[in-house]
């Protein structure tokens, strides 16, 4: 049955129209299982290309996929201090297999760390065996109590890497190389801009050395971390006995990484691009970038028309277009375009008898411009370019929001007023205080994102707090966040 | 640190043969975790060319994937009666959740029928909405007491597809094409022959109508369920009240069907084709088809015979051969030779400055025959035909060593003594008892793998069950199993 009604606006209600906008589409839905989705076909396919995409770039980097227990002996998770603390409170436990009892609890994996570097103090012996460059792609559980569809949920699906080195340096290299190939992926694949840089360490992950992270702006002017890479020191090889022998002779333990993306990459998408009417989907992660919709008013024009469509969809097949012929009988074109719009499809072509008599198309793109007709001639080269125009426009227009919802060398009573107005990234000196840090939480509820790499620092360093005035060690970028 | 010490032959011992095979293979580990394993690199690679060939058939017939929760009520799995009985027994049981008792119990999916048509309960309004085609990518977890890897273990990886129809005939259709498609991958991709056919009511899906499996025969002359589908009927429509309006305006049940594959495959893959070297993998899933070595004894011949190496792997690379050049150094060719044999890469090529002089280079088949040297000139089209010919080679030995170990028209005195020497698959009458069934398994450990298709079928239809000597219903075909 076509849905209708338009969608709650994004200025009514930010949160209404992310949900309204996510069953329209049928992206997700919630289960009958406390604080679990269910990732409907064309949100997995979203997804799935996502994957497609990252595990290249991971492969293209020297990692190779491997799988790891589901469960976890309860046991494990402790021998990290940091890492228990931090996960323990929000793991789903199973005490109970095949009948019996279990005589130790098993944790439900909220992250592998520890069940991964168990493995590798089996597998890593020298130097030579080093460095070790996995990845997994996985679900993972954590106990939420307040859920939202791609951004919160108590079972997700990600790709989590893991990786072993001889030095600390390499470590660091691989962290920061990872990071990078997140961003590279947010902005080329996602056209969704984000600032890099460091976690503060009561935003670390529980167990790392260091946290660096992807932050992006969503419309509602909310940050929202996207993607973090972790530089784990030797904690947990010292937990995990993860030990080698050095090319010198000697013991040292490794030195490991791990990173993640998730499913959450999905609502980032919706919430930096989708608009009024739907999803806006960037057009290298559509699963149909191209879809066809044929008119015709009788079975002679339906033929007619029919087969222009198949040659369409072999030559933009042959040339890797994703097209989708939308051949459905009894659904009117205009609930056709209705229902493509709401998906985010990036080019839509509409084919009548007209049009095959004259040799062209119509062609509609999801982001604006008027419908325009098109000479069949060239018609794949015409489709790329008009792609590869949306994505860097929906990248450009992204950034370009960013901006304009940014400060930078905000005093307090600036910050309160911007945090408490529209909201969006204020940069400023911070002390280093976790104690400073914890009163602007609780106090506006804003969070330092990152310490931002140098490219995104503000020209003018600051020099002093923002919020309690004595001496800056690091600009700060604040926001409200998911 | 390269292991040198020769495995275990399959005739001395197959199983431990098996075992030493993986872990010379470095295909999985066992984990701390009881009755889980660890798919290693070179394990998991198999199984994403596995994903990847099957992914794209279950599109090309019209399936979309999505993803149902890990985790399914208590309560679910008692809806239907036979299918709480089947798996109840084998369920992994969370009790807590973000450190609380849970009110409900949640289990640990062992299959997700009932979670699915749950949802499919919510999506199925009208006839319009069939057929629905749904395919998972997903772990499960069955507790299992005796495990081996890749076989039997407490969680492994699968798909797993769920559709819904209108008609009680297209279901039975779907279920039909699903086998057809796992057949195919079976016998196309992974080079195995299978025999196809119906379960008996005591080997049936706990919950099924029907279910429908390929039989492959392994080198110690055990039978392997490779991959099953069901015909569910209506038992979870009715279950989970999953209802459509009919086209005449009716409102009716829909017709479920189930079908799955899982990790599984990766051990068959092993005791179908591997040989007391290690494994042997068909082409078309190899991680690397074709891997060169080069041979050199000082810096100004490394040079020129990588110069060489380098230019054949964008030459392979750009016709799609998956080619990996083992450019170790510290590592002797011998020791390279003698690992790539023992990971079942299909073809070896060895390059060394003499064959770069002559403009040549070195073969070496995984499955015998002499080393030959093929000119570079035409070396891609040789390559893809040593490949072709390897898959046909292995697919022919494995059928023609299945019928060397397949008995037709078994008397019960010829039954017992080929069940209890070599084994193999023995066709014969069938009375259609479960008792009879039943007392044979007791008494041979042999079960009725399937009631075989036509094609199966012996051209002498047995009139008298094998056992019992009462009339028979239908050719059975037995064997002990994994």
Chains 1, 2 share one sequence.
Not at 286 to 314: F, G, H, N, W
Request: hydrophobic share 40%; charged share 25%.
């Amino acid at each position: 049955m076509a849905e209708t009604r338009a969608l709650t606006t994004r200025a009514a209600d930010f949160s209404a129209w992310y949900n309204e906008l996510i069953a329209r589409a049928q992206l997700a839905d919630y289960s009958p299982v406390r604080g679990c989705m269910v990732i409907r076909p064309n949100g997995y396919a979203i997804w799935e290309e996502m994957q497609r995409a990252l595990d290249q770039m991971f492969k293209d980097t020297g990692h190779q996929n491997a799988y790891f227990p589901l469960f976890i002996p309860q046991s494990f998770l402790s021998r990290e201090a940091e890492h228990v603390e931090g996960f323990a409170p929000e793991t789903a436990v199973v005490t109970h297999g095949g009948g019996k009892e279990l005589e130790e609890p098993l944790v439900v994996r909220p992250t592998s760390e520890t069940i991964i570097y168990a493995m590798y103090a089996k597998w890593i012996q020298s130097y030579r065996d080093l460095p070790l460059l996995i990845n997994q792609w996985a679900n993972v559980v954590r106990w939420e109590m307040r859920t939202r569809l791609f951004l919160r949920t108590t079972e997700f699906l990600w790709q989590e890497g893991h990786t072993a080195h001889a030095t600390e340096a390499e470590a660091e290299e691989e962290t920061r190389k990872m990071l990078g190939v997140y961003r590279t992926f947010m902005e080329e694949w996602m056209a969704m801009p984000v600032v890099t840089g460091r976690k503060t360490d009561s935003e670390r992950f529980a167990g790392a050395l260091r946290t660096y992270s992807c932050e992006a702006m969503m419309q509602d002017n909310k940050a929202l971390q996207a993607g973090t890479s972790h530089n784990l020191g030797q904690n947990f090889a010292r937990a995990f006995e993860v030990t080698f022998q050095t090319a010198a002779g000697g013991l040292d333990h490794v030195w490991n990484t791990s990173w993640g993306v998730s499913t959450r990459l999905v609502g980032a998408l919706i919430m930096t691009h989708g608009d009024d009417a739907g999803l806006v989907c960037p057009p290298r992660l559509a699963q149909y970038q191209v879809v066809v919709v044929p008119i015709y008013k009788s079975d002679e024009e339906r033929a007619r028309v029919m087969e222009t469509c198949d040659r369409l969809k072999r030559e933009l097949s042959a040339a890797r277009i994703r097209v989708h012929v939308d051949a459905r009988e009894g659904t009117k074109p205009g609930a056709k375009y209705y229902e493509w719009e709401g998906r985010g499809v990036p080019l839509r072509l509409e084919l009548g008898p007209r049009d095959v008599a004259a040799g062209s198309v119509m062609l509609a793109r999801r982001t604006g411009g008027k419908k325009e007709p098109l000479p069949m001639e060239g018609l794949v080269a015409t489709l790329e370019s008009a792609m590869e125009r949306m994505h860097t426009e929906l990248l450009e227009a992204s950034r370009a929001r960013r901006e304009a919802h940014s400060i930078r060398g905000v005093t307090k009573p600036q910050f309160i007023e911007f945090i408490e107005g529209d909201g969006g990234f204020a940069y400023g000196g911070f002390c280093g205080s976790g104690d400073c840090e914890a009163e602007i939480k609780e106090q506006t509820k804003a969070t330092i994102r990152v310490l931002p790499d140098e490219e995104f620092r503000s020209l003018v360093a600051p020099t002093t707090c923002m919020w309690c005035g004595t001496p800056s060690v690091a600009e700060a970028v604040w926001s409200r966040a998911y």
